[in-house]
């Protein structure tokens, strides 16, 4: 049995005041999934440390949604691996579809930072999803399989113990338009065949693909129900706790 993961990206926003009373309201507002599923917020770099503070000793943990591939050093703005087992964080987005196409990182960067995060024991969430075009015009499984392929290259069947896959399609991020449970489904299936193929039916079969893009208090029971979707990476409706709560709900219930 995949254990569900519910996970809240908040992208470039918050204070670190709201942050910390929106990480408070999480902790408290979900103990329902304390022990039955995972619950993660990734607040950004500068409020990593409040954030984690604030729901110490709680069921919530806490990750970036970033960092740099190389071992500390002279690289300007950038934050390394070593800083985040450092301050006690165990998970990293990495790949995020904003990383790809705003800042520009090809699956060649993604696999480095993938490489570096594992190497360093810490949890990656790799992130892949097709654009719009590319779904109309049928590619969303190569788009998969090159961003798998690229951003996994090297990882042992061991390490993929500690990875977890969101399939994020790029045309349903912060747009309002959600993959259906169905298209959802598909996808997470081929991903699976993926794993299964390139790795093992164990490895296919143990690791948690989430699905991310516009999940919401209202599609979220329907997308968990789906045998292949084992759990959610929020991004607006993450933002508030009156959003994100249902969504961590509706993974305890699905749990049943
Ligand atoms: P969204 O973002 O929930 O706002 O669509 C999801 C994500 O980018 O991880």
Redesign the pocket.
Known sequence: MRRYLVAG?W?MNTTRETGVALAKAVAEGSTSANGKIDVLICPPFPYLIPVSDAVRGSHVQVGAQNACAEAPGAFTGEVAMDMLLDLGCPWVVLG???RRHVFGESDETINRKVLAALEKGLQPILCVGELLEERQENQTEQVLDRQMAGGLAGVSTEQMSRVVIAY?PVW????GLTASPEQANSAHAHLRKWLESHYNPEVANALRILY????KANNAASLLAQPHVDGA?????SLKAGDFLPIIEAGVQATK
């Open positions: 990206n992208k995020h579809s904003e994020e349903a991020i912060g747009t991310g893009g516009s999940v990476l929020v991004g607006g409706a």
